[in-house]
């Protein structure tokens, strides 16, 4: 039975296209451009083995031969964070995108609110060095052995293990209004991570560090606007608005002990 | 003045005195509509009988109004919607408080000159106010300007509130917050009203008894 099913299957699936336009810059300094790309349909395709089509056999729709699109992916199963761009005015991983569940032609375009590298690679250093600034780690070294640190209440755990998800994908940075070329806004992932090492219990310690650089400077917490896109748009539901809320809460109490405790 | 301290500062003084205020200022017209002439005349003189009332307005009013104003314009002008691609009703308030705000802005600076400073001038007293909001407000143009800027004022005053809750770290949970959001909508809905009913009850013939007061307006603003 399954043998009659396939049969006409991939007779017809033989004959179906999927259009792309994909907004395309050739280095970090050319302007972008738009290319369109017609590529044959295969069952269960997403929007990584797309690309890899067109690397396999880089012509475009007009049948010219072109420069093979680039872009980054690992692990193909949402998890690493790499593979994200706008696809359809959404921020999202590539690998996940499956075409059968997208509206056509795909607009595949490069999270612009970071550095353009090229085609659909981008720049993501500064969630990385937003992540050093913060100290989202838990210091355990010492020059002898620390021993032990304190439990962590397993309640505590479950939910801090949510906020643990966070792949550093930079898709709550593209979503944010507040994220642009006019503010130093720090961004929802790393904020959400400040949380997430105040809340370990010995991550606790250096609560007060973590809390004061959200405080200083111009890249701080009052730069989120209360839009809301991030927790709307990351792929592995962390509540970030709930995290910046908290540490909202955990940043006014630490101004007014720095104002009256001190 | 940028950073953490001054957005908390902005943050303060949009609910203490700003909010407070407006729900002052949103009562005592309604004694317009509930008083008629006499009712305004009487609320009016008892604000202004209120000791040291020039220093109220300065530090209760019209500086924290240029801070929260001036402030508000650069956060304004910091945001970049994206509306078209997050259709959401948070997204929408996001972008509307920031609409709101430099149409109150305008609004307000508006507002200001054609009636405090007027009587700063001289051109008006406290007990012909009235009359001349009633000059003002028979004019459709100023009319419906007063029906948009009042509703800006009162939205953004609202939202506010619900964003000083956020940014406070009292409203934490996405239940505490949606709770927050219907209580803050029942305020616009009530603090507006209070604004309409006061604005309909100034075009009654009650408040036209001065009609030398249009002449010198519109020599002003017209």
């Not at chain 2, 200022?25 to 509930?34: E, L, Q, V």
Request: hydrophobic residues 45%.
């Amino acid at each position: 039975m399954a043998e009659t099913t396939t049969v006409p299957q991939t007779t017809q699936t033989a004959a179906r296209r999927v259009k792309f336009v994909i907004t395309r810059q050739d280095n970090m300094e050319s302007k972008p451009y738009i290319e369109e790309f017609d590529l044959p349909y295969r069952p269960g395709m997403n929007v990584i083995s797309a690309l890899m089509e067109i690397q396999r056999n880089p012509v475009n729709a007009e049948g010219g031969t072109t420069a093979p699109v680039c872009w980054e992916s690992n692990c193909l199963e949402e998890v690493c964070g790499a593979c994200s761009m706008v696809i359809n005015g959404k921020p999202r991983q590539a690998c996940s995108a499956l075409v059968d569940q997208l509206e056509q032609p795909i607009r595949v375009a490069p999270m612009s609110t970071f550095p353009v590298v090229r085609d659909l690679v981008i720049d993501r250093s500064r969630m990385f060095n937003a992540l050093k600034k913060v100290k989202a780690w838990i210091p355990i070294d010492g020059t002898y052995d620390l021993g032990p640190g304190p439990r962590m209440p397993e309640k505590k755990r479950q939910w801090a293990y949510e906020l643990s998800k966070c792949m550093t994908c930079g898709v709550c940075l593209e979503a944010c209004p507040n994220v642009n070329d006019k503010t130093d806004f720090i961004g929802p992932a790393a904020l959400s991570q400040v949380r997430l090492f105040n809340a370990h219990p010995t991550g606790e310690m250096n609560a007060d560090d973590r809390l004061d650089t959200l405080m200083e400077g111009t890249d701080g917490i009052e730069g989120c606007g209360n839009s809301q896109n991030c927790v709307r748009a990351c792929p592995k539901g962390i509540p970030l608005t709930t995290s910046i809320a908290e540490l909202n809460k955990q940043t006014t109490k630490r101004m007014f002990k720095r104002w009256f405790a001190q | 003045m940028k950073g953490y301290y001054a957005r908390k500062v902005h943050s303060l003084l949009g609910l203490v005195p700003l909010s407070l205020f407006l729900i002052e200022h949103a009562i005592t017209n309604y004694a317009a509509f509930d008083g008629g002439q006499a009712g305004f005349q009487k609320a009016v003189r008892s604000l202004n009988d209120l000791p040291l009332v020039f220093f109220l307005e300065l530090f209760f009013i019209w500086l924290p109004l240029l801070f929260h104003g001036v402030y508000g314009l650069y956060i304004a002008y910091q945001a970049q919607p994206n509306i078209g691609h997050f259709n959401t009703e948070r997204n929408w308030r996001y972008v509307l408080q920031r609409v709101s705000g430099v149409v109150a802005f305008v609004f307000i600076v508006w507002h200001v000159y054609s009636t405090r400073f007027q009587i700063s001038l001289g051109n008006v007293t406290h007990d012909e106010l009235g009359g001349w909001m009633h000059d003002m407000v028979t004019q459709p143009g100023y009319f419906v300007f007063f029906l948009v800027g009042v509703i800006a004022t009162t939205f953004h005053f609202a939202n506010g509130v619900w964003a000083f809750l956020v940014s406070w770290g009292i409203t934490v949970g996405p239940r505490a917050q949606r709770i927050s959001s219907y209580i803050c909508m029942g305020l616009f809905v009530a603090v507006t009203a209070l604004f309409m009913l006061s604005l309909f009850a100034f075009r009654g013939e009650e408040f036209a008894n001065t009609a030398s007061v249009v002449t010198t307006l519109k020599t002003l603003i017209g």
